[in-house]
C-alpha cells in the first residue's frame, strides 16, 4: 500500500569489552538465521558496539544500508553507553531486546549476562530520555528474538509513519458538532505536521479540475468497481473531479513530510457548492492509503492513518453509534455466541468505508443530509454515499485524541464484526468487544473520547499499544476484563 512507511529493520548487536565478543557476533547471526527461515526482512550490521568509536563506524553503515528502523541487541551484557548513544544519534524506531542463555552445558565462558545488561542499559536510556520499544519479556533465544522482531516491523511502521506525517484540513466544524475539536500542539510533539486550509480552498483546487481529461478516465474505474451498486452514474464525472484534487493538492502539498492525509468538513454548506456529498471519495482514498476523515476531524485522521500502518489495510472512521435492540439480540443468539447485550454496538457512518469491506456496497444518497438540506425533494445533492452491511471479521477499535488541556491520550480494544443484518442505513455493522459496555462507561465517556472511533480490519491492538506508547502517549486505555475494575468503577 502506498502512502505508508516501508521498514527497512537493521539488527546490531553490542557487546561489553569484557565479555567475549565472539559470543555477540554468533548470537546475532543465529538471529539473522531465523529471520531468514522465518522470511522476516532484516539488514544484518556486521559492526559491533563496543565503544563510542564503533558508534560512528555502525551509523555509516546503517546509513549505507538504507535502515530506517534499529533491532539493538545485547548478545552479551553490552556497554550501556555506547548502546544509548547508538539510539540517540540514529534517531529513527528502536527496540531494545537481550539474548537469553544458551545452554546448561555452557555457563562459563559462554554466559552473556544480558538480563543484567539489559537493566543499565534502560537506566543509561532514560537518562537521555529516550523511549525505545521493548517487548513485555524483552529477552529469548533467536527463534524468541526474530518473533519480537517481526513485531516490531509493525510498530516501527506506524512511528515511523506517524513522525513523517502531514494532516491537512479543509474547513472548521460546524458550530454545534464540535465534539472533535482538540489542541494540535501534542501532534507537533509527535512529530506530525499540519496543514489547515479554508473550504474555499477546497472549493477552488476542485474548480481547477474541470477540464482535466483524466475526469472521464477516474469515472470509468469508479463504475467498474461499483458494478451493479452504480446507481447515480450521472455524478461519477463530479466525483472524480473531487478526488484528483485532493490527489494533487497533497502531492504538491506535503512539503518536508513523507506521506499525507485529510481531516475535512463535508456538511451543511459541502453539498450546495459540490453538489455531492464525499462519502464514497473518502472511501475510495483511504483504499489507496490517502485517509479522508469526516467532520474535520484531525484526530480521528491521525487515528486511521496508525491504523492502516499496524495493517495494510484500508481502515475506515465510524460513529460508535447506537445500542442492539433486545429483540435483536435474542433473534441473533446463535450467531452472538456468549458476547452479552452491553458487549455489543453499532458502529455506523455515512459512507466512508473501503468498497472491499462490504457485503454489497451501493452508491446511495446520504438520507441525515438528504433529512437536513432536501427535505421533500428527491435526492440531487445529497448523492454519493456508500451504503451496506461492513463485513465480518477481526477488527480493532483505535482513538488517539488530545484532551482540552493539549495531554494526549489513546484506546483500543480488539473484537470483531458480527455477521448479523444490521437493518439499518448507512454504511453500518453490529461490533461486539469483550466489556464494551465498562470500557463504554468508564474510559469513553469518562475520559471524554469523541464518538469516532478509527476501524483497523484485523487484530492489531498489540501494536497500536506499543507505538502509542513510543509516541509518548502515557495513557492507554484498554478494555479491562472481567473482574479487574477501573478506578472509577462503582464495585458494588
Request: aromatic content about 10%; hydrophobic content about 40%; some cysteine.
Amino acid at each position: 500500500m502506498k502512502n505508508v512507511p516501508q521498514i527497512k529493520m537493521g539488527v546490531v548487536a553490542v557487546s561489553r569489552d569484557c565479555f567475549p565478543i565472539e559470543l555477540s557476533k554468533k548470537r546475532r547471526e543465529n538471529v539473522i538465521s531465523a529471520c531468514n527461515k522465518n522470511n522476516i526482512p532484516v539488514i544484518e550490521i556486521e559492526t559491533i558496539i563496543e565503544n563510542e568509536k564503533d558508534v560512528i563506524i555502525a551509523l555509516k553503515e546503517i546509513d549505507q544500508k538504507g535502515v530506517n528502523a534499529l533491532t539493538i541487541y545485547l548478545g552479551n551484557f553490552g556497554p550501556e553507553g555506547p548502546t544509548s548513544l547508538l539510539a540517540q544519534k540514529f534517531g529513527g524506531p528502536v527496540m531494545l531486546i537481550a539474548a537469553a542463555e544458551d545452554s546448561g552445558k555452557d555457563l562459563i565462558n559462554g554466559r552473556g549476562d544480558a538480563y543484567c545488561g539489559l537493566l543499565s542499559a534502560s537506566y543509561n536510556f532514560g537518562l537521555r530520555k529516550l523511549n525505545p520499544y521493548m517487548p513485555e519479556y524483552p529477552l529469548g533465544d533467536a527463534e524468541d528474538i526474530s518473533k519480537m522482531i517481526e513485531d516490531f516491523v509493525i510498530i516501527s511502521r506506524i512511528v515511523a509513519g506517524v513522525r513523517n506525517l502531514k494532516i491537512f484540513s479543509f474547513g472548521p466544524r460546524p458550530h454545534d458538532f464540535i465534539t472533535c475539536h482538540a489542541p494540535i500542539q501534542p501532534l507537533y510533539n509527535m512529530g506530525v505536521e499540519i496543514m489547515e486550509n479554508s473550504e474555499l480552498d477546497l472549493y477552488d483546487i476542485v474548480q481547477a479540475e474541470k477540464e482535466n481529461p483524466n475526469v472521464k478516465k477516474i469515472a470509468k474505474e469508479m463504475a467498474q468497481e461499483l458494478g451493479k451498486g452504480n446507481t447515480y452514474p450521472d455524478l461519477l464525472d463530479k466525483l472524480a473531479q473531487y478526488e484528483i484534487a485532493l490527489e494533487k493538492f497533497m502531492e504538491a502539498n506535503l512539503g518536508a513530510s513523507r506521506y499525507g492525509a485529510f481531516a475535512n468538513k463535508c456538511w451543511p454548506a459541502f453539498e450546495k457548492y459540490f453538489g455531492h456529498v464525499p462519502c464514497y471519495l473518502n472511501s475510495r482514498l483511504a483504499a489507496k492509503g490517502i485517509h479522508v476523515a469526516c467532520e474535520s476531524d484531525i484526530y480521528g485522521c491521525l487515528s486511521e492513518y496508525m491504523s492502516v500502518c499496524a495493517t495494510l489495510v484500508p481502515p475506515a472512521i465510524l460513529d460508535i453509534n447506537n445500542t442492539v435492540p433486545k429483540d435483536m439480540y435474542a433473534e441473533s443468539k446463535a450467531d452472538i455466541g456468549d458476547y452479552t447485550l452491553e458487549d455489543l454496538w453499532m458502529g455506523f457512518h455515512c459512507g466512508n468505508t473501503s468498497t472491499n469491506c462490504i457485503v454489497q456496497p451501493i452508491m446511495q444518497h446520504q438520507l441525515i443530509m438528504h433529512r437536513l438540506i432536501e427535505p421533500g425533494q428527491e435526492p440531487n445533492i445529497t448523492r454519493g454515499t456508500i451504503e451496506g452491511q461492513i463485513k465480518a471479521g477481526a477488527v480493532s477499535i483505535f482513538r488517539i485524541q488530545s484532551t482540552p488541556d493539549a495531554k494526549i491520550q489513546a484506546y483500543v480494544a480488539n473484537g470483531e464484526v458480527l455477521n448479523i443484518n444490521p437493518k439499518s442505513f448507512g454504511c453500518i455493522g453490529v461490533f461486539a468487544i469483550k466489556e464494551m459496555g465498562r470500557f463504554y462507561r468508564h474510559v469513553l465517556i469518562e475520559k471524554r473520547f469523541p464518538h469516532h472511533t478509527a476501524i483497523a480490519f484485523n487484530h492489531s491492538a498489540k501494536y497500536l499499544f506499543a507505538a502509542s506508547k513510543m509516541l509518548g502517549v502515557e495513557d492507554v486505555y484498554f478494555n479491562q476484563p472481567k473482574g479487574l475494575i477501573y478506578s472509577s468503577e462503582n464495585p458494588f
